[in-house]
């Protein structure tokens, strides 16, 4: 398949072309949306273990005896008093408490924090960080130099026993990291994800990836996954994609996640927060499922009754459940649990019923 030779290219991308994997743009990068196939990636990552590249996400780090003091001002997860190698998710807000992006932050010593973003939003994250920093931090984007490769499934905990050692990964707790040697490489593994099974996500020299992408992928317990599966994987579980179900134009509140937001510290865009909660939102993010295989995608209308409540953000077919499902604003008074609207598009009309995320109940 020809690739704009203006896209970027992973530390992978060799290794994708040889597995045979259909490449698309992705954020300005050139990447796997498939392989073997969706369905068939997709099951296999709820049954065994995939692997996805994910070297194209950023990664800064800020630095400097003010380093916990900023970033606990600059994102709504609460950074005061968490543990080094421990990592929380959270948001970064502008003045209007609209997302600029979701991220995880990761405290790897008292003045040194990992912060891991979209590659959307790397410049406007970077300059939005390094604008809001005092003079005792520094931020370094070393986001070409770090490569970042997800190990995801019910057997990804096997896969990295056997590489790491038993004491290593099993002391390794949820949203916490720990450094170690896989094959000889130096990483930084932490127990996150985005398909809501367990697994480790594996941060290493760019120049490695190619070597632990071979190793983990020798035996039949481990596939390489795209980005179709990543997509259906976390819509099962309701996860949200930024640029898609959320993004600046709203807020942690519309879009159901005030959970990873902390209103009992300072942030920027707090007080803008706090005032469209005293006011009341407006519409809100939740879920649909369709009465068939058939799902709506980004943009179709959300219908109750022949009026228009509302837009689909994300949608899919879910391998497990065998139906269409997805996620959508509708107007605050037409959400509910159960009930009935109609996705259409042009001449497409689907019916469905509102759900609230997650749709899979997974091990995790």
Known sequence: MSIDTALKKTPLYNKHLEAGARMVPFAGWSMPVQ???????????????SLFDICHMSEFFVKGPSAEKDVDALVTCCIDGLGVGKCRYGFLLNNDGVIIDD?????????????????????????WIRTHLSQGSDLFDDSNNIA?????????????????????????GRFSFARTRLTGINTMVSRTGYTGENGYEIFLPAAEAGKLWDVLTRGDSVKPAGLGARDSLRLEIGYSLY????????????????????????????????????????????????????????????????????????????????????????????????KDVVLINEKIEINAKLKTPPFLKTGN
């Open 35 to 49: 392989y073997t196939g969706i369905i068939e990636e997709h099951l296999h990552t709820r049954s065994r273990a």
């Open 103 to 127: 991220m995880i932050v990761f405290k790897i010593t008292p003045e040194e924090f990992m912060i891991v973003g979209n590659s959307g939003t790397r410049k406007k994250d970077s300059e």
């Open 148 to 172: 970042k490769i997800d190990l995801q499934g019910p057997r990804s905990m096997e896969v990295m026993r056997f590489l790491a050692g038993d004491p290593v990964i099993r002391g390794l």
């Open 243 to 338: 640029g898609h179900d959320i993004d600046d134009t709203h807020t942690p509140a519309e879009a159901g996640l005030m959970r990873f937001v902390h209103l009992e510290k300072e942030f920027i865009g707090r007080e803008r927060l706090l005032k469209q909660l005293r006011k009341g939102i407006k519409s809100v993010l939740t879920g649909f499922i369709c009465s068939g295989r058939r799902s709506a995608r980004e943009h179709y209308r959300v219908t109750s009754r022949g009026r228009e409540v509302g837009v689909v953000t994300s949608g899919a077919f879910s391998p497990c459940l065998k139906r269409g499902i997805g996620l959508c604003y509708v107007d605050k008074d037409a959400a509910g649990e159960g």
